[in-house]
């Protein structure tokens, strides 16, 4: 804590503005800076302990032991969720592919659209239904555009409404 020239709360500050070590445990020791409110300033500072002198060299190993031992485990951790990440995101991509591969080959009609009602996608099935030439050709297409002018008062109060004659 009492250091000549920069002080322990000051260094504690500096190290936590680096991007590189702003995580990095602090332990203040010190035999003269005992008070609440030294020990105060040092934890709001981020000290993860603030031991007096003498240090017991075996408890000072034992704690600098369990943080090594909390980073190595916490690093283990970010590693084991970025592969469980990376897992599922290669999953969701081959059942997309699935997916566009299924809906590809039915001879039902299926569509995707925002809820907003923009169709978003559609299959070859949905586009000879409604009349058009290929399925990119309906993307950014309002659902409301292909039911029929008299039933579309029912389709904007029932979103969702079922056996809805399209305009061809």
Do not use: C, W
């Not at 292909?146 to 979103?159: G, I, M």
């Amino acid at each position: 804590v009492s250091m000549p020239g920069l002080d322990g709360f000051e260094t504690a500050a500096l190290i936590r503005q680096r991007a590189r070590s702003e995580n990095t445990p602090i332990i203040f020791v010190t035999s003269i800076n005992t008070t609440d409110t030294h020990v105060s300033r040092g934890y709001s500072l981020g000290a993860v302990d603030y031991i007096f002198s003498p240090v017991e060299p075996e408890i000072l190993r034992a704690k600098v032991g369990g943080f090594i031992d909390l980073y190595r485990k916490t690093e283990q951790i970010r590693y084991q969720s970025e592969l469980l990440r990376r897992e599922a995101e290669e999953r969701a991509a081959n059942l997309e592919v699935r997916l566009h591969s299924l809906l590809n080959h039915l001879d039902i009609g299926v569509f995707r659209a925002t809820e907003a009602g923009t169709i978003t996608e559609a299959n070859p099935a949905f586009t000879r239904l409604i009349g058009f030439g290929a399925p990119e050709d309906v993307g950014g297409i309002r659902l409301e555009q292909l039911v029929h002018p008299a039933d579309r008062e029912d389709f904007r109060l029932a979103s969702g409404a079922r056996d809805l004659r399209f305009v061809r």
